[in-house]
């Protein structure tokens, strides 16, 4: 794990099994990592924070999907036609039940 976390974020599991009320209160300051035997179990993020990191993974999906679209529009594997040759064959299989 390549996160930064300080000793003051570090919470053992048991102390979030007897603390949970005062932890989540915490939460809304600054992130919690829980530890299980010393090593790092799941970490606690508040709401927003975590909407954020859903937005931006989102986003960097839409990067990437916009990227293959482009890099395949400037060099495209088919042309057109090649396209619609390959769709006709692909039909002609299913609707004679070839084998692929």
Do not use: W
């Amino acid at each position: 794990m390549n996160a930064k976390f300080d000793l003051r974020q570090m919470v053992p599991i048991s102390e979030l099994h007897r603390k949970l009320g005062e932890i989540s209160e915490k939460v809304t300051k600054q992130d919690v990592l829980v530890l299980k035997n010393n090593k790092p179990e799941f970490i606690i993020v508040a709401p927003d924070k975590y909407e954020q990191f859903i937005n931006a993974l989102d986003m960097i999906e839409q990067l990437d999907i916009y990227d293959t679209v482009k890099k395949r529009r400037e060099n495209p594997s088919l042309n057109g036609s090649q396209m619609i040759e390959k769709l006709r064959a692909y039909e002609h299989r299913q609707t004679n039940h070839d084998i692929p």
